[in-house]
Nanobody, 126 residues
């Protein structure tokens, strides 16, 4: 059974940092793209950052220069280092694995991801 388990969320003051982790188990995803999405109360889920199986990365404009996605392919683990956090970053953060094997493009659409974690809450106080 495939499981994605996120950790590292919490409460932090604006300007602070958090590092999220997501460990996949049940199968190997070294040849799949992985991504972080987030959903704030009353808002739609949105793409945050993605890591391609090739090593490429992609970021939403609103996190460029502040967040960094990294990955340990051998351990099927993806990380999200979040710096200079803002109150508008408050959301539940989800990791996800794409449906497609060895896809070159990192999709920003949640519908193209099959496996999802349960989410971890990030709260940034002003």
């Amino acid at each position: 059974q495939v499981q994605l388990v996120e950790s590292g969320g919490g409460l932090v003051q604006a300007g602070g940092s958090l590092r999220l982790s997501c460990v996949a188990s049940g199968r190997t995803f070294s040849d799949y793209n992985m991504a972080w999405f987030r959903q704030a109360p009353g808002k739609e889920r949105e793409f945050v950052a993605g890591s391609a199986w090739t090593g490429g990365t992609s970021y939403a404009d609103f996190v460029k220069g502040r967040f960094t996605i990294s990955r340990d392919r051998a351990a099927d683990t993806v990380y999200l280092q979040m710096n200079s956090l803002k109150s508008e970053d408050t959301a539940v953060y989800y990791c996800a694995v794409t449906t497609y094997y060895r896809r070159l493009r990192i999709s920003t659409q949640g519908s193209e991801y099959t496996w999802w974690g349960q989410g971890t809450q990030v709260t940034v106080s002003a």
